[in-house]
């Protein structure tokens, strides 16, 4: 719905065909009666929350409509916002049938469902983090959702990676920490960590091999009116998702006065071929780097030594699969960080690999040393899985001339057998 506002030209999603761009809700009045009007009954808390959602907008159509609009009561203070949802979703459970006030378990367990998150349209929220978003994010009066994007999010000042989501408004840029269970209420794991004003983004650029964005920001200030530059990663580990994510802010523009880079910043560039000169390589020295993975986490055991490593990189050359140690920061610019090898292995010693869902297990035999070790990695999709799995078959099976060994199945019909 929001889109229309920073793209007059750009088309509208099925949500925006649905309902007209709606001024922000930090004009409602304190009249509840009129709201009423459309929402539905339902076991569901989600689709209550969708009820007062579109009662929210088509009350604000109605209102933008209207011509006789006292002008000095336009702006009513977030409080009454809060004091006007109670009492509206008291007035519901009030008129509504003891079956809404006594779920069975099987009716409770549905709500603890995770949020389910749109890589390929943007503006397709769910209604209860939209509407949390509204009521506990926005920061100005006529503020509008743009975009959400869900993704890991390291912060120049940080060394520790968090799950969180990059939110666009019409007025700012939120970054937003999840520090819980993604459930039915948003605000109890959904949290307002910084701000700008969307003035102050510079450049969004893929990470390499499209691992997701890093995003860069001018901030003035005080002193001498300098401005300072502020970065951060949107990690995707995805290569299809972060190319919708490129391609919607591009097509047609939504930022206007914000640089979208195609290519890999120059500084991940030359860290990687410096980490490339300092790994094993193949004989005739021709090895490039096929894929950088990044990763949630990851178990390594050799003999009876276990190690555990968490949001890191997996690096594949033609004869080489590398981990790299727990520290994404040398994928910002201006740190002094580098990328540093944690475990190493030759392609050769790889002999076989499991694929379950968004788990991969990579099963090495030393047979010179006779060593086993086994590195099992945790990406956040099936196609990141896919994507390791397709950089390492190919030079594999032309190293033995025979089909890599993969097993492959979900992990529900794993647990069944």
């Known amino acids: ?3 229309a506002t920073l793209t007059p030209n750009r088309k509208k999603s099925s949500e925006e065909k649905s309902v007209s761009i709606a001024p922000s809700l930090l004009t409602i009045t304190d009249a509840i009666g009129p709201a009423m009007v459309g929402l539905t009954e339902s076991s569901s808390s989600g689709s209550l929350t969708d009820s007062i959602c579109t009662a929210y907008e088509n009350r604000n159509i109605k209102k933008y409509n209207n011509n006789e609009i006292n002008a000095e009561k336009e702006f009513v203070p977030a409080t009454n916002i809060s004091t006007m ?6 007035s519901i459970k009030i008129g509504s049938n003891k079956s809404l006030l006594i779920k069975t378990e099987e009716e409770s ?4 469902s995770n949020v389910q998150y749109s890589y390929t349209d943007f503006t397709s929220v769910d209604h209860r983090v939209k509407l949390h978003i509204i009521l506990n994010v ?4 006529s503020e509008e959702l743009a975009l959400l994007l869900r993704a890991d999010i390291l912060m120049h000042s940080l060394k520790e990676v968090f799950p969180g989501c990059l939110v666009l408004s019409t007025s700012k840029i939120y970054i937003l920490k999840i520090n819980g ?3 039915e209420d948003p605000q109890h794991w959904l949290h307002k960590e910084c701000s700008w004003t969307i003035d102050k983004l510079k450049s969004i650029a893929p990470l390499p091999f499209k691992q997701g964005v890093l995003i860069e920001l001018e901030q003035s200030t005080k002193i001498n009116e300098e401005y300072v530059s502020i970065s951060f990663l949107c990690i995707l580990q995805d290569f299809q998702r972060t190319s919708n994510f490129l391609f919607y802010i591009t097509d047609p523009p939504l930022l206007a006065n914000c640089k979208i880079e195609f290519s890999v910043p120059e500084h991940c560039s030359t860290l990687m071929h410096s980490l490339l000169s300092r790994i094993k390589k193949d004989e005739n020295g021709g090895d490039a780097v096929r894929i950088l993975a990044l990763y949630s986490s990851a178990v ?20 080489t699969l590398v981990i790299l140690e727990d520290n994404m920061q040398w994928l910002l610019p201006n740190t002094k960080i580098v990328p540093v090898v944690l475990k190493e292995q030759t392609m050769n010693n790889l002999m076989g690999i499991e694929h379950y869902d968004t788990m991969l297990i990579l099963n ?3 047979e010179i040393a006779d060593s086993e070790e086994i590195w099992t990695l945790e990406f956040n999709s099936t196609g990141a899985v896919e994507a390791v799995i397709n950089s390492i078959q190919s030079p594999w099976e032309e190293l033995f001339s025979v089909p890599l060994q993969i097993t492959t199945r979900s992990i ?4 069944k057998s």
């Open 364 to 366: 090495f035999l030393n």
């Open 138 to 141: 926005f920061e100005y009066e």
């Open 300 to 319: 390594l055991k050799y003999h009876n030594i276990t190690t555990l490593s968490q949001y890191s990189g997996l690096l594949v050359t033609a004869s």
């Open 412 to 415: 529900l019909n794993s647990e």
């Open 181 to 183: 269970p993604e459930g």
């Open 109 to 112: 367990s549905s709500l603890n």
């Open 1 to 3: 719905m929001y889109r």
């Open 85 to 90: 949802l109670g009492e509206l979703l008291q």
